[in-house]
């Protein structure tokens, strides 16, 4: 790997993530339920602690759990997964176009943590149905934009 393509994968996991938190948390404007998914991130990985007993999960009500390493969380598996989609998925995905190629990498992660992550680890019900009926929508519209900015700047390796 390049140090360019993998610069320039880094950099479109960085603005894919700011594009998600950016439309997560705007979402209430458009009338769908505003999801802060820093925060999630932040319960997850920084809520429990040795000395209580805490079972794991973001549904922890935990007083004072830090945001930013939260952002910091979020930040690292959007450059993750857009090195994962730069470097081996992309390929696989039967799309000539770069950003509607992103765009499902964004659709199949929305699913794949709407079934798996968030009912398992954050607690939220299949889809976030915990949250709110319409919750899904808005996260597949912010995958959706995560997908389409990465499809728009990461290189693809053949």
């Known amino acids: 790997m390049e140090l360019e393509f993998f610069l320039m994968a880094v950099f479109a996991g960085f603005m ?13 404007s458009l009338g769908l339920p505003r999801l802060d998914f820093s925060r999630a991130m932040s319960k997850l990985t920084y809520a429990r602690t040795f000395e209580e007993e805490v079972s794991p999960g973001a549904g ?42 992103g765009a499902v990498w ?20 299949f889809m976030l149905s915990h949250i709110h009926p319409f919750a899904w929508l808005t996260s ?14 990461a290189p693809v390796s053949i």
């Open 16 to 28: 894919g993530s700011y594009g998600l938190v950016t439309m997560s948390l705007w979402s209430d």
């Open 140 to 153: 597949l519209k912010v995958h959706l934009v995560y997908g389409l900015m990465v499809g728009w700047i």
């Open 60 to 101: 922890v009500e935990a007083p004072n759990t830090p945001y930013w390493p939260g952002m910091i969380v979020l930040f690292m598996n959007g450059i993750f997964f857009a090195l994962l989609y730069s470097s081996v998925v992309a390929q696989f995905i039967p799309i000539d176009n770069l950003v509607l190629k």
């Open 106 to 125: 964004g659709v199949v992660l929305w699913f794949v943590s709407g079934i798996f992550f968030v009912p398992f680890y954050l607690k939220e019900g």
